[in-house]
């Protein structure tokens, strides 16, 4: 049977939004197995220096070429934003369940919604909102205050995807001036600088088992940044970000049958009404890019 072109790219993006899902999950995971054994800011930092690694062949080139004042305050901005946001994930990893953490983790894009409306002058219209407030009460039913006492990583991993949220959007910001694989390694740059006072002033000698272990951390993240660059590539958002939800699945099974915590249904309904939402501003966003902008002769359909 023959497959059509278009068929073949949403499959084609669907695999590497699946491998990106897997990666995710995977640093989650070995988070979570070090289990808070050495401080959330070291922790990060080590992380870190392995992604440095891997990005300085692109990261040379761009600090000899140099950048603006302008420039230079938005990667340290970004910078201080990241290092917040990586610590608190890192602690809310020690003290709450793996889908917990994934489950609030989707809070980050409606915070960039928000932001970019705020901030950025984007529209924010009535359907728009809708869809932010559905989100937020997926939130509330994943943390359930007042029902069930809060720990405070939950109250860490909120804080994370604020900031995780904020950093994205001057990232938004830097993507018109500067190129994202060179986003990518200056963010690595300024957060391994922003967070060695931090571990430094919390530091333990680490085994050498850790360090593999966040080794392997940066390996996944990179791999799944990158599977994700070629997922958002081959098909459209609104075929990939549905995806995005097997994500808090597999973190579930992951917490169960790895780490024994329990199933709790109401993370997965959360999580689910968050990712409703979340696809839903993506299928929009995407409707209104094809209706205000005229597509060429030859991408017209018979």
């Not at 993006?13 to 699946?18: D, P, Q, R, T």
């Not at 937020?136 to 029902?147: K, S, W």
């Not at 081959?234 to 994500?247: D, G, H, N, S």
């Not at 249904?265 to 929009?284: C, E, H, K, N, P």
Request: charged content about 10%; some cysteine.
């Amino acid at each position: 049977m023959q497959i059509d072109p278009e068929t073949r790219r949403d499959v084609i993006g669907i695999g590497w939004m699946l491998l990106t899902g897997l990666c995710f999950v995977a640093v989650n995971g070995i988070v979570r197995g070090l289990d808070g054994a050495l401080p959330a800011p070291q922790a990060a930092f080590i992380r870190f220096l392995f992604g440095l690694a891997f990005l300085t062949p692109i990261l040379l080139p761009a600090l000899r070429r140099g950048f603006s004042g302008h420039v230079w305050v938005m990667f340290g901005l970004r910078g201080a934003l990241h290092v917040i946001a990586v610590v608190a994930w890192f602690y809310a990893m020690s003290r709450i369940t793996v889908a917990e953490v994934t489950a609030i983790g989707f809070l980050n894009p409606i915070m960039v919604t928000v932001g970019a409306a705020l901030f950025l002058g984007e529209k924010l219209a009535a359907r728009r909102i809708a869809a932010v407030c559905v989100a937020l009460i997926g939130a509330m039913i994943v943390l359930r205050p007042g029902i069930r006492p809060l720990d405070p990583g939950h109250v860490s991993q909120v804080a994370a995807a604020i900031a995780f949220g904020a950093s994205y959007l001057v990232a938004k910001r830097l993507s018109g001036r500067v190129p994202a694989a060179v986003v990518v390694a200056m963010m690595s740059l300024t957060v391994s600088i922003g967070l060695a006072p931090l571990a430094w002033a919390v530091w333990v000698p680490p085994s050498l088992s850790q360090v593999i272990w966040l080794a392997f951390v940066a390996v996944f993240a990179t791999l799944g940044h990158y599977a994700m660059t070629r997922a958002f590539a081959a098909a459209p958002l609104t075929v990939t970000q549905p995806v995005t939800f097997l994500q808090l699945i597999w973190a579930s099974l992951l917490g169960v049958f790895v780490f024994h915590e329990p199933l709790d249904i109401w993370v997965i309904a959360g999580g689910g009404l968050m990712i409703g939402a979340i696809s839903y501003i993506t299928w929009r966003e995407a409707q209104k890019r094809v209706t205000t902008i005229t597509p060429p002769v030859s991408a017209t359909k018979a």
